[in-house]
């Protein structure tokens, strides 16, 4: 009988997650029960909550040294005695770091057949795409004309940012890790300019290039940049608080911005959890298929091919080297 | 000819302002231009934003030595060319910490019959029960039922701010800086309890009390308190940022809360100017004169008497010692 591979979180790294902090195990092929679906995993999402997980802090549950990595995926149904869920359907479910899962119904999401490719079900059209909707559509309400300020601009949640705001008229500002990804952010993803955060001054810039005030910043990434991004909000700008990554792979938690200066700005500072918004998750893909069609949408995936190369995936993902959003191919 | 007394500032403090940092003066008696009205000070408001004044960090303006103190007031027309403010009329208007003081037409309001007495205007119908009512009910909107937590909650704003929640049916939380001050919060503002900051462990205390989370939160004073509350708060707890009174005596500027918790919360963090809302003062007025009307609303003033003994007053406001909204009766 087949066995399953898995990968577990080996010990509890410090700082970016090294390869050496996870292991390759086989398993025993797991059995699902009555009313249970027994599933393949044919796309893994890779995601900066992961480095939360591993350190006890997500409010989506840890993930302590013994444990298989979570993770959301896009999987087949192998075997199955439910008739919703028939063999060889597509589903997005939590899977987590292995080759196969087992799941109950209530916890398998069909990907229908207009998410193409599949792996979008994880990028464009899955929990990254609604980060992004939900933050700057529903949460900022972001409108033509406004300059929106999106940091990390060129990774999962940050490009569809840019790209939705690009396509209702704003004014978008990226801050990358790269010349490459800057470019990238102007010529691909609608940004007016970009900002070099290795090589530029990003405060300095950000002064440069929003002279009448940021309207709304996308908080993907905490420490500093929130700060400098807060000292050049506009009168009552939005700041949606969404990911602290450059925080991640500390244990020690930046203070927030000096409320100060955000009383004088009369600010509005929201925090998103994605999960709020999943009744809603139909909603957003409605509201993105026509974009995608148009083009006005685009999705660069960064795919790393086989579960064995999880671990290097997301040392790249968490040190910034990724380019696009995070997927392996298993 | 009469002469005028005026109060400028000496020196800047170094920490809580002290009665040596400001002078009494004689000058010689303003004279007023076509068009302008000379006013005799009646009372003038003492507020912590004037703290921020003399340290040159207020966005209305600042104070250097040398300079007369400002402040608003409530003055008697003395001499008027302008028939809209005939002698005798009281105004509302900047008169600054001084005797008299001329204005143009433009910078006086008139302050009508029926805020009685005229201090209110000042008070409970002024600049500081504005400020209580944009900030908990059109800016937080808090609603019945809602936990609201108010710090400095015998202060000026602190007190209408918490009359006003309870009219609403919000379950309020006081917090004040003396068993005193708390005593009265419960008896006499309507606050379920209230935690006595100099002898309570306020954070252990706020989990206590709201059990369930605090939906509001009046940051009037900034520093740990607000720390305090944000871990407290409840999913989609909403922050109003209005004043950092632990801070207006230091130089040095305290970070806000951690953003990772503002995420988990959901929390909803804004930032209150009352400037923003002068144009909506008559609404505000309308709404309160029934709740005074009634009792609901009250107004205790901490009253001097007499322009020299301003700096003593504002001393006392600005170490605590305040029960109420400080006043004084020029």
Not at 57 to 74: A, F, I, N, Q, Y
Not at 205 to 227: A, K, Q, W
Not at 255 to 284: C, H
Not at 292 to 315: M, S, Y
Request: hydrophobic share 40%.
């Amino acid at each position: 009988m087949q066995s399953n591979r898995e990968i577990v979180l080996e010990s509890t790294p410090q700082g970016v997650p090294a390869p050496g902090n996870f292991t390759l195990r086989t398993a025993p092929m797991p059995e699902p029960r009555t009313g249970e679906v027994l599933c393949r995993t044919r796309f893994l999402s890779l995601d900066p909550y992961m480095r939360i997980q591993i350190a006890g802090r997500h409010l989506s549950g840890t993930v302590t040294p013994g444990d298989v990595m979570k993770g959301e995926t896009v999987s087949e149904v192998v075997h199955s005695n439910v008739a919703a869920f028939s063999p060889g359907r597509l589903v997005r479910c939590m899977g987590g770091w292995q080759a196969y899962s087992v799941h109950r119904t209530e916890d398998l999401y069909g990907v229908a057949d207009n998410i193409d490719p599949p792996s979008y079900a994880l990028s464009v059209l899955g929990m990254t795409g609604l980060t992004a909707y939900a933050g700057m559509i529903w949460q900022a309400r972001v409108r033509g004309g406004e300059c929106v300020v999106i940091p990390a601009v060129t990774g999962g949640v940050g490009s569809i940012a840019a790209q939705l705001c690009a396509a209702r008229g704003a004014r978008v500002i990226g801050i990358a890790g790269s010349g490459e990804k800057c470019g990238y952010a102007v010529e691909s993803l609608g940004a007016a300019d970009c900002i070099d955060r290795r090589s530029e001054d990003v405060e300095a810039r950000l002064g440069e290039l929003c002279p009448e005030g940021i309207d709304v910043y996308f908080d993907l990434v905490g420490g500093p940049t929130l700060d400098a991004a807060c000292r050049h909000l506009a009168h009552y700008g939005r700041v949606v608080l969404c990911g602290l990554m450059a925080e991640y792979n500390h244990t020690d938690r930046s203070p927030g911005p000096d409320p100060g200066l955000l009383i004088g700005r009369r600010a509005i500072v929201s925090g998103l959890v994605v999960y709020d918004y999943e009744s809603r998750r139909d909603e957003f893909i409605r509201k993105c298929l026509p974009l995608l069609a148009q083009g006005k949408l685009k999705q660069r995936e960064d795919i790393t091919v086989g579960l064995e190369n999880a671990p290097a995936a997301f040392h790249r993902l968490m040190s910034g080297q990724n380019f696009g959003k995070a997927i392996v191919r298993v």
